[in-house]
């Protein structure tokens, strides 16, 4: 048996698309109001939703692996740079913050129609084109902090994987918990109706919502 | 009167969905799903069609340009996928919503112009990290990358940061 199957080709990238954009959308990611009221803790969804998913696509490669279905190697595993990746992380955090997308949710914004996401996605072109052409004097930045190639926290921490993975369901759960808590202090998270309303509508839910929360 | 838009999943089913997805992928491709990787490539090619003679010399964009059509790979099709997809579930839901989608004290103009500066940010940071939320924070993350952990600790920690600095533009 020899998973994976390495398809590069047309129909395999347009069906992990469709299925990616389309959880993406079911899960209420294609609007700004939903993605940032993250961090203001009135709505959990992006930390459990993308918790849910690293867990589940975590285990189940576990399992392949466990099966002698998937070689340990045979996924690609990203490289620690350690500055660049956590300035990246920071930057691409405080982007979300002030624009109210990523690059993979903007993608969601725009097949819903928000006018911001397509702005948002011009911004993503000129940020993209700016690092290129100061991408030679960051070079030593974009290199520091090397670890080694492709490692993984049960490697990190030298703990057998199933260890690893347990400790993340639990604190995955702890994360539910609390998100919860704090988002029923907070109004609860953003519903369908409230951040999907025509533009004059929207005042008038968020008006509604306030005053329910008061 | 308007239909009421259908609700949202529960993040919980959203999230097994989407890690259902995420599996799949990397059953049938060997790595996970993307974002940034396509608005690389398509900054390569839109700086070709502005200078061609210095993007084919950028020492980030030229071996993008060198390898032939920087369009024509893997990812761009995904994303055209993601493109669909969201469309035809939004669709389905009655969650299509023309708008500049923004809080209730902040001026569609203003609001545009945070969008596009924090899609400049975003942009600039998803290359310095070598993917974004979606190719190192989910896709690293399920490989139990130690890269993809750190890229989700910055993640959520400047998210906070900022946004209780400007929370009054979602407010």
Redesign the interface.
């Given at each position: 048996m020899s998973?994976?199957?390495?398809?590069?080709?047309?129909a395999?990238?347009?069906?992990?698309?469709?299925?990616?954009?389309?959880?993406?959308?079911?899960?209420?990611f294609?609007?700004?109001?939903?993605l940032?009221?993250?961090?203001?803790l009135r709505d959990?969804?992006v930390?459990?939703?993308?918790?849910?998913?690293?867990?589940?696509?975590?285990i189940?490669?576990y399992i392949?692996r466990s099966m002698g279905l998937m070689a340990g190697n045979?996924?690609?595993?990203?490289?620690?740079?350690?500055w660049?990746?956590?300035?990246?992380?920071?930057?691409?955090?405080?982007?979300?913050?002030?624009?109210?997308?990523?690059?993979?949710?903007?993608?969601?914004?725009?097949?819903?129609?928000?006018?911001?996401?397509v702005?948002?996605?011009?911004?993503?072109?000129?940020?993209?084109?700016?690092?290129?052409?100061v991408?030679?004097p960051?070079?030593g930045f974009?290199m520091a902090g090397q670890?080694p190639a492709?490692?993984?926290?049960?490697q990190?921490f030298g703990l057998p994987?199933w260890v690893?993975?347990l400790v993340l369901v639990v604190l995955a759960a702890i994360g539910?918990r609390l998100g919860t808590m704090m988002e029923r202090a907070r109004g609860g998270p953003l519903?369908?109706?409230e951040?999907?309303?025509?533009?004059d509508e929207?005042?008038d839910l968020?008006?509604t919502a306030a005053t329910r929360q008061a | 009167m308007?239909d009421?838009?259908?609700?949202?999943?529960s993040?919980?089913?959203?999230?097994?969905?989407?890690?259902?997805?995420?599996?799949?992928?990397?059953?049938?491709?060997?790595?996970?799903?993307?974002?940034?990787g396509?608005?690389?490539r398509?900054?390569?090619q839109?700086?070709e069609w502005v200078a061609p003679t210095a993007t084919a010399e950028?020492?980030?964009?030229g071996p993008f340009m060198k390898a032939g059509n920087p369009l024509m790979s893997?990812?761009?099709?995904?994303?055209?996928?993601?493109?669909?997809?969201?469309?035809?579930?939004?669709k389905g839901?009655?969650?299509?919503?023309?708008?500049?989608?923004?809080?209730?004290s902040t001026s569609s103009g203003n609001?545009?112009m945070?969008?596009?500066?924090?899609?400049?940010?975003?942009?600039?940071?998803?290359?310095?990290?070598?993917?974004?939320?979606?190719?190192?924070?989910?896709?690293?993350?399920?490989?139990?990358?130690?890269?993809?952990?750190?890229?989700?600790?910055?993640?959520?920690?400047?998210?906070?940061?900022?946004?209780?600095l400007?929370?009054r533009?979602?407010?």
């Amino acid at each position: 048996m020899s998973i994976p199957f390495y398809d590069g080709g047309v129909a395999s990238g347009l069906l992990s698309g469709v299925l990616f954009g389309y959880a993406l959308e079911a899960a209420g990611f294609g609007s700004a109001r939903k993605l940032t009221a993250q961090f203001s803790l009135r709505d959990f969804s992006v930390f459990k939703v993308m918790f849910t998913a690293v867990l589940v696509s975590a285990i189940g490669l576990y399992i392949l692996r466990s099966m002698g279905l998937m070689a340990g190697n045979a996924v690609f595993i990203p490289t620690m740079f350690f500055w660049a990746i956590l300035a990246g992380g920071l930057l691409i955090g405080a982007g979300f913050a002030l624009g109210g997308y990523c690059p993979g949710t903007s993608v969601v914004g725009v097949a819903s129609g928000r006018i911001d996401a397509v702005v948002f996605a011009v911004g993503m072109v000129i940020g993209t084109s700016a690092f290129a052409w100061v991408y030679e004097p960051l070079m030593g930045f974009y290199m520091a902090g090397q670890g080694p190639a492709a490692q993984t926290l049960p490697q990190l921490f030298g703990l057998p994987e199933w260890v690893v993975l347990l400790v993340l369901v639990v604190l995955a759960a702890i994360g539910f918990r609390l998100g919860t808590m704090m988002e029923r202090a907070r109004g609860g998270p953003l519903t369908s109706e409230e951040v999907c309303a025509p533009d004059d509508e929207a005042d008038d839910l968020t008006m509604t919502a306030a005053t329910r929360q008061a | 009167m308007r239909d009421a838009p259908k609700p949202f999943w529960s993040p919980l089913s959203a999230g097994i969905v989407l890690g259902l997805a995420l599996l799949l992928t990397f059953i049938i491709t060997g790595h996970g799903l993307g974002a940034s990787g396509f608005v690389t490539r398509f900054a390569a090619q839109a700086n070709e069609w502005v200078a061609p003679t210095a993007t084919a010399e950028n020492a980030y964009f030229g071996p993008f340009m060198k390898a032939g059509n920087p369009l024509m790979s893997w990812i761009t099709w995904e994303v055209v996928g993601v493109l669909i997809g969201a469309f035809l579930g939004a669709k389905g839901a009655g969650r299509i919503s023309v708008k500049v989608e923004r809080g209730p004290s902040t001026s569609s103009g203003n609001r545009l112009m945070y969008a596009l500066i924090g899609g400049a940010l975003v942009g600039f940071g998803a290359r310095l990290a070598r993917g974004c939320t979606s190719g190192v924070g989910l896709s690293g993350g399920a490989t139990l990358a130690v890269a993809g952990f750190v890229f989700l600790i910055g993640f959520f920690a400047a998210g906070f940061a900022v946004s209780f600095l400007m929370r009054r533009v979602w407010q």
